[in-house]
């Protein structure tokens, strides 16, 4: 291969990379985008803390009558203890994660080499490269900061702007990190959901349509049939949510469940998408660490603005 081939492969790719970039952290959902430049509690094994507003979402009404099919192979007890297990979320203060990341879109685009902090409830930053840096990225409460390289320019969004972009409506911070560590990021109510249990896990189907996001003025509620996937010690294994008037679909598995620190994390996490968008990704973490580092961002001079179609 001659120099000037191997370069236009490199720029070809880096291009590529740029799709990627324009969603980083919801884009862990990889969909194709179009870029238009803009002026403008404890356990045995874990030591965990329950999300109280989670846990407000699935309190049991035991008056309730529910159809005699429902939840029968479960009692009440053995509904909380699931509960208790399934949905909750770590308790940790810092964690880094060295990872890769392989796109599929029905384009060709490189496994891109991926160093992902996450700060709880404060920060997930990320720094993607591809032979050279290529591209890095900041998540927080108010929303997300991004800059490649190539083309020298930036993005700056709250999460309606990007629910906006890829035609969901529930993406916020806590879904976010909830997603990337492989815990249940959708809230439950057992009332709406049947649980039951096999020889290889628990299982939950929404009863009816669920509203997960909240509507806006500008973006009306959508409504998902909802299936979720446990193993037996209550790593979530797969979560499936179909829009049924759009016919959209996300679906996201988690594979190798390891023990770290005081918790669990999935080795593999891989992200499908169905519908008016199609792709997926597999984020394969390599290593996971509990360790403090530093984040820097700043968008360099001279980078363009961009807005994302």
Known sequence: MTKEIFKSNIIFQKKKIINLTCILFVGLFLLSCKTKTAVESSNN???LVVDSLLMDS??????????????ANLSINERVDFYEHALIHPKFEHLKMKSTI?????????????LIYIENNQKIWMNLSFI???????????????????NRTYIDSDFDYLNNLLNIDFI??????????GRTFIPIRDSQYILSKNMEGYYM??????????????????EYRVFLKYSDSFD????????????DELQINYENWQNFSNYRMPEYVKIIIKGSKTGQILIENTKFEDLKIQTPYSVPKNYTKIEIQ
């Open 45 to 47: 094994k874990d030591s």
């Open 58 to 71: 699935i309190k049991l009404d035991k008056s309730s009558s529910l159809p005699k099919d429902a939840n």
């Open 102 to 114: 392989k796109i599929e879109t029905g384009n060709s685009i490189p496994t891109l080499d991926a």
């Open 172 to 181: 916020n911070y806590p879904t976010l990190q909830k997603l990337l560590m």
């Open 205 to 222: 189907v929404s009863r009816k349509t669920q509203t997960i996001g909240s509507p806006t003025a500008e973006r009306p509620s959508r």
């Open 132 to 150: 050279v840096n290529a591209a890095r990225g900041i998540a927080t409460p108010e929303g997300i900061k991004a800059y490649e390289k190539y």
């Open 236 to 247: 979530l294994m797969e979560v499936e949510l179909l829009d049924p008037v759009s016919g």
